[in-house]
């Protein structure tokens, strides 16, 4: 008998974690979070806020919802917590979507865009 995936299909509760994995991520600040993460192994709260140019505690809320679905990890050491992406599967996410967005964003008929948009 064929399973769900040998038909091409994906499974409902599947398809519903994918569904919240983007919703997370469709916050410009939290993708830009992340991008920041990725560039570096670790970074602490306070030079991630200073870097996007954002407060320490929207930085800290936007960390902690990424957190909550595994995006990324944190370690303490005293007072600073530092974060770092979850692992590469997170990296190879967002650079599919990114490279995707600006295929989309190609003009008709040029190179890197293949629909069929007039």
């Given amino acids: 008998m064929a399973t769900i995936e040998d038909r091409g ?6 398809a519903a974690r994918i569904a919240t994995m983007f919703r997370v991520l469709g916050d410009a600040s939290r993708c830009r979070l992340v991008y920041t993460l990725l560039r570096r192994d670790e970074i602490c709260v306070g030079e991630l806020a200073d870097r996007l140019g954002m407060s320490e505690s929207n930085v800290s809320h936007h960390l902690s919802v990424l957190r909550a679905h595994g995006l990324v990890r944190f370690r303490r050491e005293g007072k600073q917590v530092f974060y770092a992406p979850d ?10 979507t990114l490279e995707h967005v600006r295929h989309a964003d190609a003009p008709p008929g040029e190179p890197g865009n293949h629909s069929s948009r007039p």
């Fill in 87 to 96: 692992d590469e599967h997170i990296r190879l996410l967002l650079d599919m």
């Fill in 9 to 14: 299909e994906v499974a409902i509760a599947d």
